[in-house]
């Protein structure tokens, strides 16, 4: 029983019993608000098995952005669960029950925890991913090598699925428009608050840009840098009210910033195109080539992602703190 | 060195004492008024004093700025936190504890 | 089979529990809850598999020998953006149903349907 072992297991516990409890609750704020705190404990176990840049992420969107759309919708539709159906309850057991004992089964074929002759550690990825990269790429944060370099391509896709998840809110709920509305939260009597977030307004926005930045060499990167941005946008929306911070941040600005980002990706990636390379090949950015070009090319795909990722998030959120509840 | 150790090591287990007993009061104490008192310990003099601890170890001067701004932040927020909570409590009518009151 | 599957066997216990509440439960709002929680398990999962004992966080340093994988932190630091853009689609749904049914209860809304095709017909 090492240190690691005991506070593996207890964080491991604490989520389980979160979400049986979560599983329990009927009233939905609670159990939004545990939601929130499964993320915070899923955020400690991601900095123990070393994943720094996850933890980051999930930190920012488990606890900021998620909680902060959940208690929205909370607050626009009904905020208490119907008792569920004895009859349900039986299928779903037997069909969990099931699924549990075929995954317990086969995860005896699984390596051990922690081995570093597993078949993901012996295979030929992890050495390039791993000391290559440092003569390839030359940045020291390898998950940022293989993020925005070796698996760019990915990304993008992923990035395309943001894009697209952001449009069909923004479908569903309407389109951002100025205009009087109710105030979803009158925080503006609470002067403590407004004078703290004013105060830290600003370092949360230079903290997203570090963030940004700094992914080369330390955990961070564009998509965490987005969602921060989008904490930020998000507490001023909160604190202040929807009006003001959309005159800071008009609807017609933020919607051209959402596909501006992702036009900045694809448009790299023809740039490379025409320079002789293939699709997202940095090398061709620079005569030199080498790790140069590849910071350059790193750089412009993290600020893209960045961009893309701030705008989706802020207009989602805009997007339903617009909404009139309908009671 | 060895009295920065033996000092350091004094403020950890005071916050970590700080900790758990913020914890106690939140499950023992009988009202949100008082709970939130207890969570408020927590936050500002258990954290801080662990990361006073923390800083007497750092052996490089980044991780000590990098300490001392998680500090100043905790320092703002915190209590922060805790007059909100309070004062949303108040606004919404939520009872305060007499004695005799069933803890609630 | 060694003593370390305790990490896999909880993490399925979490899975199972989120695939309960979106089987068993009625309600949309709770569902996306459960949806989450399986989610997180995922997550949790794949990252698991990366890490290495005694290793440390794949940032290359000259005083670090172990490193864990970069790989499957690449893939789930993606997913967990996209997880929360996808959730966000999820409940804009939930609120244009319930604007127009009133509810977010799947046995209401059935009910209101099986009214209005009995009233149509």
Redo the contacts between chains.
Sequence with gaps: MTTF?VI??TL??I??VT??V??RLRA?YE??ML?AL??LV?AS??VL??????AF??AA??VG??TV??LG??A???SR??V??RH??L???A???L??GL??YA??D???????D?P??RHP??EV??HQS?KEIGV????T???ASY?AL??LG?LV??FA??T??LL??GPLTHGKRRQNLDLME?K??RV?SS??MPFVLVFALYVLFHGD???G?G?QA??IFATGFVLHGLVFGLDKSQRVLPPAALGSLVPLGLGLFVGLGVVTMLLGGSFLDYGTLLPTGGPAAQHLGILTVEVAIGIT?AA??TS?FF??AG?RP?R | MILLEILSAVLLAAGTLFIVSGAVGLLRFPDFYTRIHATGITDSAGAGLILLGLLLRTTTWEAGVRLLIILLFLVVTGPTATHLLAHAARRDGVPVWRKGHPRR | MSGTHYVYWLLFALMMIGLYVVISHGNLLKKMIGLTLFQVSVFLFFISLGKVEDGSAPIISPEVETYSHPLPQVLILTAIVVGVATLAVGLALAVRIFEAYGTVEEQDMQERDEDRHGAAS
């Design positions: 072992t593996n297991f491991l516990t989520l389980t979400a049986l979560i599983a939905l159990a939004a939601t499964s993320s899923t176990l991601f098995m070393d994943a720094v840049d996850v992420t999930e969107v488990g952005i998620s759309l959940l919708v909370l626009l539709t009904r669960e119907a569920t159906p349900r309850h299928p779903a057991i069909v969990t029950a699924t549990g995954l317990v995860a005896q699984l390596p051990a925890f922690g081995s570093a597993s993901v550690q990825v992890t991913y791993l440092q020291p944060n390898t998950v090598a293989v993020l698996r990915d990304t992923e699925v943001v998840a952001g069909a809110v569903l709920l609470y403590v608050l703290v105060l830290l060499f330390g955990p990167g998509f987005g969602v990722v989706v998030m989602i997007a339903f909404r309908t």
